[in-house]
């Protein structure tokens, strides 16, 4: 009988373990799916990194596709859209929320100058609708771990091109 509840508790405390350690990879593989900017992503890929995100917004969890885009978010823009739970409302709210879990996307660069571009981006809402935004972002050049990135210093408000239909 001694025997039997040795061996229990050790199959409890091992069950516990094999948990805990589930959960802690689901934890940080869960952030883990962000791509960080770096001095090798080009303009045009940093204005197609935050709309893949959007697009897919809930794709691996909740609000990735938002958390994405914060990323690439210059520290200005920061400044004035964030903290995150902020900038998630912003989005979440009735000028942007076309750009969550759109259809489609097209990015035409329209000026470019040594450290900013601009982009024309039409989306396609889920409403079926078509959207146009203008999108600047930036190369950072303050020191740190931001330093000769792209960022997103501007995204306009939308302007409504009708329906797809």
């Known amino acids: 009988m001694k025997k039997f509840f040795k061996y229990s508790l050790y199959g409890l405390i091992y069950l516990i373990v094999i948990i805990f350690m589930a959960i802690m990879f689901i934890v940080t593989t869960a ?5 960080k900017p770096n001095t090798t992503i080009k303009p045009d890929q940093v204005v197609l990194i935050q709309l893949n995100g959007l697009r897919k917004n809930d794709e691996p969890n909740v609000d990735s596709g938002i958390k994405q885009t914060w990323e690439f978010a210059h520290p200005l823009n920061k400044k004035y859209t964030g903290p995150l739970p902020e ?8 000028s942007y929320n076309m ?3 759109h259809i489609d996307n097209n990015i035409v660069e329209v000026f470019r100058s040594n450290n900013k571009l601009g982009f024309e981006v039409t989306i ?3 409403d079926k609708n078509y959207y146009k935004f203008q999108w600047v972002v930036e190369k950072y050049y303050k020191e740190g771990p931001l330093k000769d990135c792209w960022l997103t210093t501007m995204v306009s408000n939308p302007i409504s091109l009708g329906s797809s239909i």
Not at 31 to 35: F, G, P, V
Not at 87 to 94: D, G, T
Request: aromatic share 6%; glycine share 6%.
């Open 31 to 35: 952030n883990a799916e962000l791509i």
């Open 87 to 94: 900038f998630m409302n912003m989005l979440k709210s009735e």
């Open 99 to 101: 750009l969550l879990n």
């Open 124 to 126: 396609l809402g889920k």
